[in-house]
């Protein structure tokens, strides 16, 4: 099943009085239970396909459809809800807050859905429990190695157990070894029928996933996925 679409989706901006088009009418579809690598060259479109995809903004025309809703249709002010339930973001710069110790930053996505405490510090010791973080609850992001923080900001985009995760090259601020490791917690991720799209110019990453799409000049180049269905 279709859990994301994207249909004659072109994205534009305007620098000054030049126009760049960023992505031409690109058609995709990732169905559930996918694990997608997103690749191109620096400058090819594939950040403003993943803030596309991640309902960090809108297409100048063509429709967004994620998990049965019209992404293009939604409000300003339902984008965020859209965003906090459905999608779980993974940075390469990791984002999470230095004041904060690591179980208050899982913490944070159920902050802003407006769950109570103790349920709060339930999900997030769980869930910071199965990527291997149970004794590193207390500790400040400073305090913790790269393949550490990694994996807590992957701890905090599972959190809400969201629809897709989206990762931006994951393993670009890690070392080879601890990367690798990352990467396996990705393979390990998707066995258990999560659905993943990463976005990476590192053509190894790519090799892990389960299918390639390739971005050059804003373009859909190649993409193994199933035909897309005209929307009404």
């Known amino acids: 099943?279709?859990?994301?679409?994207?249909?004659?989706?072109?994205?534009?901006?305007?620098?000054?009085?030049?126009?760049?088009?960023?992505?031409?009418?690109?058609?995709?579809?990732?169905?559930?239970?996918?694990?997608?690598?997103?690749?191109?060259?620096?400058?090819?479109?594939?950040?403003?396909?993943?803030?596309?995809?991640?309902?960090?903004?809108?297409?100048?025309?063509?429709?967004?459809?994620?998990?049965?809703?019209?992404?293009?249709?939604?409000?300003a002010h339902a984008l965020p809800?859209?965003?906090?339930?459905?999608?779980?973001?993974?940075?390469?710069?990791?984002?999470?807050l230095?004041?904060?110790?690591?179980?208050?930053?899982?913490?944070?996505?159920?902050?802003?859905?407006?769950?109570?405490?103790?349920?709060?510090?339930?999900?997030?010791?769980?869930?910071?429990a199965s990527v291997g973080l149970s004794d590193r609850l207390k500790h400040r992001p400073g305090q913790l190695s790269g393949g550490q923080t990694q994996r807590a900001a992957i701890a905090r985009a599972l959190v809400n157990d969201p629809k897709i995760i989206l990762a931006d090259e994951p393993t670009g601020n890690l070392d080879t070894a601890t990367g690798e490791t990352i990467l396996q917690l990705f393979r390990d991720l998707h066995r258990q029928g999560r659905t993943i799209a990463i976005v990476t110019h590192d053509p190894d990453i790519a090799a892990v996933a389960q299918r390639r799409i390739e971005i050059r000049d804003g373009r859909l180049v190649e993409s193994g996925g199933r035909q897309l269905v005209e929307l009404r």
Do not use: W
């Open 1 to 75: 099943m279709a859990l994301i679409e994207l249909h004659n989706v072109s994205k534009t901006y305007r620098l000054g009085e030049t126009e760049v088009h960023a992505l031409r009418e690109v058609n995709l579809c990732i169905e559930a239970g996918e694990f997608v690598a997103i690749i191109g060259p620096s400058g090819s479109g594939k950040s403003t396909l993943m803030h596309l995809l991640g309902c960090l903004d809108t297409p100048t025309t063509g429709q967004v459809v994620l998990d049965g809703l019209r992404i293009t249709s939604a409000s």
């Open 81 to 96: 809800a859209i965003r906090n339930q459905k999608i779980g973001f993974i940075f390469q710069s990791f984002n999470l």
């Open 98 to 128: 230095p004041r904060l110790n690591v179980l208050q930053n899982v913490e944070l996505p159920m902050v802003y859905r407006g769950l109570p405490a103790a349920e709060r510090r339930r999900r997030a010791a769980a869930v910071l």
